[in-house]
C-alpha cells in the first residue's frame, strides 16, 4: 500500500472522527489540515477554532485557513504541499481548478446514501421523511454537488423516535471507519468508482427558519417526522398565542383518528396530545420564549393561555 500524502479539509464536529481515525490509523501522512477561520461562537466575544482546527492543533498537524476557496493563496500553498489526496468531510465546494491538485483526487464523505440527499443537510432531510435507513457515502468529487463516482456506502437503521442529533452521532463515527477504508483502497489501488443514477437522486437543502413550522393539518406521523427530525437543530416550532413555542421531541399517539379541528392541545394520562389530521402526536420537552425547557406537561400544568396552537 502506498503511503499517501494528504490534505483534510473539514469544519464541524462532524468531521473530527474522521480527522482522527485517519491520524490514529497512521497509514498516510496528514501533511495539513484546511479549516474555516476562527470566530465568535456562541456567548462571549473570543474569538475560537472549529472543532476540526482545534482537533489538529491537538494532533500536532499544520492548518490552512480559509473562508474562501478562491483564494489564490491558498491554492499556492496547497500545490507547494504536493498531495496525493484531499479528503474533503463537511466543507465547502472546491472549485475544479483546486479538484486538480492532488494526483489522484479528492473525495468526500456524505452523510447519506447517495444519490439521495444531496445537499446541505442529508440526515435533517431523511429523519424528517420517515426514511427507514440512511448511511454514508465515500464518492469521489467532481464538477458537481454530491454527484461523483462513490467507492463505498454504510448502511445503518433510523428509529422510529430517533432524532437527527442521535442519527448524527452514529453516522460521525460509522462515517470515521467507511472513510479510512476508502482511503486506504485508494492508496493500494482497489477502489472501484460506481457511477451515481441520478435518476433516483433527491435534494436535502440547507433548512431555514421557514421549513421549521410544525403544520398539524398533516398527518399524525408527519408531524412527528417533521418534530424529531429538526431535533436537537434547528428545532420544529408552532406559535402559541402569538409566541414561539419549539418542540424538542414527539412521539406518534395515533394515526388514524379523525378530528374536526388541527392543533388542540389536550390532556390525557400524563399525556400532551394534539390533533393532527388525521392523527395525534403527543409532544415531549417543549421551550416556550423566554422560558427554559421542560417537559410539555409541566409546561400546560401552569400555562393560563390558549389550549390551540396558530
Known amino acids: 500500500m502506498k503511503r499517501l500524502r494528504i490534505v483534510f479539509m473539514g469544519s464541524p464536529e462532524f468531521a473530527v472522527p474522521s480527522l482522527e481515525k485517519l491520524a490514529e490509523d497512521a497509514k498516510h501522512e496528514l501533511v495539513a489540515v484546511v479549516s474555516g477561520t476562527d470566530k465568535k461562537r456562541g456567548r462571549g466575544s473570543a474569538l475560537s477554532p472549529t472543532p476540526v482546527k482545534a482537533k489538529a492543533l491537538e494532533l500536532g498537524i499544520a492548518v490552512l485557513e480559509a473562508d474562501s476557496m478562491k483564494d489564490l493563496s491558498l491554492h499556492q500553498k496547497l500545490k507547494e504541499l504536493h498531495p496525493d489526496l484531499f479528503v474533503v468531510v463537511a ?13 489522484l483526487g479528492s473525495v468526500n464523505l456524505h452523510a ?53 442529533g442521535s442519527v448524527y452521532e452514529r453516522l460521525m463515527t460509522a462515517g470515521s471507519s467507511a472513510l479510512s477504508e476508502a482511503v486506504n483502497q485508494i492508496a493500494d489501488g482497489s477502489a472501484t468508482y460506481t457511477k451515481q443514477d441520478d ?41 402559541l398565542d402569538g409566541k414561539k413555542l419549539k418542540l424538542m421531541s414527539s412521539k406518534l399517539a395515533s394515526e388514524d383518528q379523525p378530528h374536526d379541528e388541527t392543533g388542540v392541545i389536550t390532556e390525557e394520562e400524563d399525556q400532551i396530545l394534539v390533533s393532527c389530521n388525521p392523527g395525534t402526536v403527543s409532544l415531549g420537552d417543549v421551550r416556550y420564549e423566554g422560558k427554559k425547557q421542560m417537559p410539555a406537561v409541566d409546561f400546560f400544568r401552569g400555562y393560563q393561555g390558549s389550549r390551540k396552537f396558530s
Do not use: W
Not at 466543507?91 to 494526483?103: S, V
Not at 437543502?205 to 408527519?222: S, T
Open 91 to 103: 466543507f465547502k465546494i472546491l472549485p475544479q481548478d483546486m479538484l486538480a491538485i492532488p494526483k
Open 199 to 239: 435518476a433516483g437522486a433527491t435534494a436535502a437543502p440547507k433548512l431555514f427558519d421557514e421549513h421549521c413550522v410544525v403544520d398539524f393539518n398533516q398527518p399524525a406521523a408527519d408531524v412527528h417526522n417533521h418534530i424529531r427530525g429538526l431535533s436537537p437543530f434547528p428545532t420544529a416550532y408552532t406559535l
Open 112 to 164: 447519506s446514501l447517495l444519490p439521495k440527499y444531496r445537499g446541505a443537510a442529508p440526515i435533517h432531510h431523511a429523519v424528517m421523511r420517515g426514511e427507514k435507513q440512511t448511511g454514508c457515502t465515500v464518492f469521489k468529487l467532481d464538477a458537481g454537488v454530491d454527484t461523483g463516482g462513490i467507492i463505498l456506502q454504510h448502511t445503518i437503521d433510523i428509529g422510529p423516535d430517533e432524532t437527527t
